[in-house]
């Protein structure tokens, strides 16, 4: 919430002079989440859920 909070202060600039303070928290927040649940589930219905052999470890 935070970092959408962030985003939408910073989209007036995001297209003219400095992208970067809408572009982190926009990576961070795709990135993020992703990541987290590859780390915390490690069960092998998830990783054949995904098609890939070995997602979660």
Same mark, same amino acid.
């Given at each position: 919430?935070? =970092? ?7 989209? !007036?600039?995001?297209? *003219? *002079? *400095? ?7 926009? =990576? ?7 990541? =987290? ?13 995904? !098609?890939?052999? !070995?997602?979660?470890?």
């Amino acid at each position: 919430m935070l =970092l959408g909070l962030f985003m939408n202060a910073s989209i !007036g600039r995001a297209f *003219s *002079s *400095s992208p970067w303070p809408f572009v982190v928290p926009l =990576l961070l927040n795709q990135i993020g989440p992703a990541t =987290l649940t590859a780390v915390v589930v490690r069960t092998a219905e998830f990783r054949l859920t995904n !098609g890939r052999r !070995g997602f979660g470890r």
